[in-house]
Nanobody, 123 residues
């Protein structure tokens, strides 16, 4: 059984930083791709970042240069460091396991999802 538990969300002022964590059970994170998506009220789920099994990383255009995805294989945990936060970054952030080792932008490329952690950025 695969389970993902996210943490680290909260309320932060614009320009601030947060680090999200996602601990994974049932999959070894360096054998799959791991992604972060976000969903704001009334909007579609949006790709944020992914790290492939080999370590390559890819980012959505709206977060490129501000967010960094990383992983700790020993802890089987994936992180999302978010700097320079903006009010438009406010959303529920979810961690997900790719169907392959090289999943990228599309929701359909991912098969297991966590419950999410809320990030709220005030102006």
């Amino acid at each position: 059984q695969v389970q993902l538990d996210e943490s680290g969300g909260g309320l932060v002022q614009a320009g601030g930083s947060l680090r999200l964590s996602c601990i994974v059970f049932g999959r070894t994170i360096n054998t799959v791709s791991m992604g972060w998506f976000r969903q704001a009220p009334g909007k579609d789920r949006e790709f944020v970042a992914t790290v492939w099994s080999g370590g390559s990383t890819y980012y959505g255009e709206s977060v490129k240069g501000r967010f960094t995805i990383s992983r700790d294989v020993a802890k089987n945990t994936v992180y999302l460091q978010m700097n320079g936060l903006k009010p438009e970054d406010t959303a529920l952030y979810s961690c997900t396991v790719g169907r392959t080792a090289w999943a990228r932008l599309n929701v359909d490329e991912y098969e297991y999802w966590g419950q999410g952690t809320q990030v709220t950025v005030s102006s």
